[in-house]
């Protein structure tokens, strides 16, 4: 085996290597929220996408007597890649209820396929950088997101008794004090008529206001039900 073979498998292994580091770094900070798609996926997916493009990017290994007849495109290859890795990132999205989640999970998987293209290509000082800023974004951001003000969108359900019931004027009235906003307000008679239940978008930059708001309504007689649900992603 000639020593030019040796060189490129050994720097295969080093790309194949970072791929795979590269990946649990990111898939370590997943692992350590709890998020579906964790370590060990983001290393796999970081070191497939560099294993495809390995298989470009040194054609000559497995079509020799093709060499010099048949050029390779690598950019195809990570086109492919990049469209593949839609499917992998659709399936860690979710719905429970009216909140979304697995949005930040699924843009991470995409990303570290995007490094494994980097790995695969021995790209390695863009690589690093993307690694760095990824884990930034992943656990510094999440702070940031904690300090910065911003509107939190809940669906609020309210039953009363009818003839008990507080008027709508009261109602916007106690959530306008605890700083809600409201839109899309229904009304509705459950019950033949005894009951009425009102549904709502609430919004507010208050991150206790639901908790606040829930203990305002327990203390009122003339609530029957209620049911404040958060409809962010």
């Given at each position: 085996?000639?020593?030019?073979?040796?060189?490129?498998?050994?720097?295969?292994?080093?790309?194949?290597?970072?791929?795979?580091?590269?990946?649990?770094?990111?898939?370590?900070?997943?692992?350590?929220?709890?998020?579906?798609?964790?370590?060990?996926?983001?290393?796999?997916?970081?070191?497939?996408?560099?294993?495809?493009?390995?298989?470009?990017?040194?054609?000559?290994?497995?079509?020799?007597?093709?060499?010099?007849?048949?050029?390779?495109?690598?950019?195809?290859?990570?086109?492919?890649?990049?469209?593949?890795?839609?499917?992998?990132?659709?399936?860690?999205?979710?719905?429970?209820?009216?909140?979304?989640?697995?949005?930040?999970?699924?843009?991470?998987?995409?990303?570290?396929?995007?490094?494994?293209?980097?790995?695969?290509?021995?790209?390695?000082?863009?690589?690093?950088?993307?690694?760095?800023?990824a884990v930034l974004v992943l656990?510094?951001?999440?702070?940031?997101?904690?300090?910065?003000?911003s509107q939190i969108h809940y669906?609020?359900?309210?039953?009363?008794?009818?003839?008990?019931?507080?008027?709508?004027?009261?109602?916007?009235?106690?959530?306008?004090?605890?700083?809600?906003?409201?839109?899309?307000?229904?009304?509705?008679?459950?019950?033949?008529?005894?009951?009425?239940?009102?549904?709502?978008?609430?919004?507010?930059?208050?991150r206790t206001g639901a908790r606040?708001?829930?203990?305002?309504?327990?203390?009122?007689?003339?609530?029957?039900?209620?049911?404040?649900?958060?409809?962010?992603?």
């Open positions: 085996m000639s020593s030019t073979i040796m060189a490129d498998y050994l720097e295969m292994v080093l790309r194949l290597l970072a791929a795979l580091v590269a990946g649990a770094l990111i898939g370590y900070e997943r692992t350590y929220h709890g998020r579906p798609a964790g370590f060990r996926t983001h290393a796999l997916v970081c070191t497939t996408s560099s294993l495809l493009m390995l298989v470009a990017v040194y054609e000559g290994h497995w079509m020799q007597s093709a060499a010099g007849m048949i050029q390779f495109d690598p950019t195809r290859m990570a086109q492919g890649i990049m469209t593949g890795i839609g499917f992998l990132g659709a399936g860690v999205i979710m719905k429970d209820g009216l909140s979304v989640r697995g949005l930040t999970t699924a843009a991470s998987i995409w990303i570290t396929a995007a490094i494994g293209i980097l790995a695969g290509v021995g790209f390695y000082f863009p690589l690093a950088m993307s690694v760095v800023l656990a510094l951001f999440r702070w940031v997101e904690a300090l910065v003000p669906r609020f359900d309210i039953r009363f008794e009818r003839g008990s019931e507080m008027s709508e004027a009261d109602l916007r009235t106690l959530l306008s004090e605890h700083g809600f906003g409201v839109a899309d307000m229904s009304y509705r008679l459950d019950q033949d008529g005894r009951v009425l239940r009102h549904t709502m978008s609430i919004r507010t930059t208050a606040v708001l829930a203990s305002q309504l327990v203390a009122l007689d003339s609530v029957l039900e209620f049911r404040i649900t958060p409809t962010g992603s």
